[in-house]
T-cell receptor
Framework: QKEVEQNSGPLSVPEGAIASLNCTYS??????FFWYRQYSGKSPELIMS????GDKEDGRFTAQLNKASQYVSLLIRDSQPSDSATYLC????????????FGKGTSLLVTP | DVKVTQSSRYLVKRTGEKVFLECVQD?????MFWYRQDPGLGLRLIYF???????EKGDIPEGYSVSREKKERFSLILESASTNQTSMYLC?????????FGPGTRLTVT
């Protein structure tokens, strides 16, 4: 199985700052990329999907994809304490049907 | 909104018992998945299904089986529970690549 790598953190940012979460993947044939948010004790919740190079914005969230460098990132603007959670990167690899390969997640802590 | 439900939030079973975990989705999704999530190991795919009566092994199928008799329902079966199957079990469904998760079942095997 190919790798999806994330820094485990914790990443600590002050309230109102930009949080930057990064993910690298090893399968060059990957075409679909997702960010999930998981609060402690809860299940993952899909917050962003991105399929083409460049930026995709949704509210305070921006996903960035660079297939040549094999990384995908998530920016959270105006971070709030309620954004404190673990963020999972997921990749659909070539020849894997609809299955996703998940990274182990980055823990984000937004401090008031 | 997609709704995925799982039969229990918490479950305690004894070693050797047969355990059934059920997952139901109400969005007519073709694809359904079972994962387990453990600290430090992340989400690992156990089994998945793209159609009724169809099943495919994921990365860690040993000790598990599945059943999909109806499109909306996907069951995970632990034939003989062992302590190393203590974990959080998550079900997900999708029409395409975007997967939506149920609330999870925290299973403890003693």
């Amino acid at each position: 199985q190919k790798e999806v790598e994330q820094n485990s953190g914790p990443l600590s940012v002050p309230e109102g700052a930009i949080a930057s979460l990064n993910c690298t993947y090893s399968d060059r044939g990957s075409q679909s990329f997702f960010w999930y948010r998981q609060y402690s004790g809860k299940s993952p919740e899909l917050i962003m999907s991105i399929y083409s190079n460049g930026d995709k914005e949704d509210g305070r969230f921006t996903a960035q994809l660079n297939k040549a460098s094999q990384y995908v990132s998530l920016l959270i603007r105006d971070s709030q304490p309620s954004d404190s959670a673990t963020y999972l990167c997921a990749v659909n690899e070539a020849n894997s049907g609809y299955a996703l390969n998940f990274g182990k997640g980055t823990s984000l802590l937004v401090t008031p | 909104d997609v709704k995925v439900t799982q039969s229990s939030r918490y479950l305690v079973k004894r070693t050797g018992e047969k355990v059934f975990l059920e997952c139901v989705q109400d969005m007519d999704h073709e694809n359904m998945f079972w994962y387990r999530q453990d600290p430090g190991l992340g989400l690992r795919l156990i089994y998945f299904s793209y159609d009724v009566k169809m099943k495919e092994k994921g990365d860690i199928p040993e000790g598990y089986s599945v059943s999909r008799e109806k499109k909306e329902r996907f069951s995970l079966i632990l034939e003989s529970a062992s302590t190393n199957q203590t974990s959080m079990y998550l079900c997900a469904s999708s029409r395409g690549f975007e997967q939506y998760f149920g609330p999870g079942t925290r299973l403890t095997v003693t």
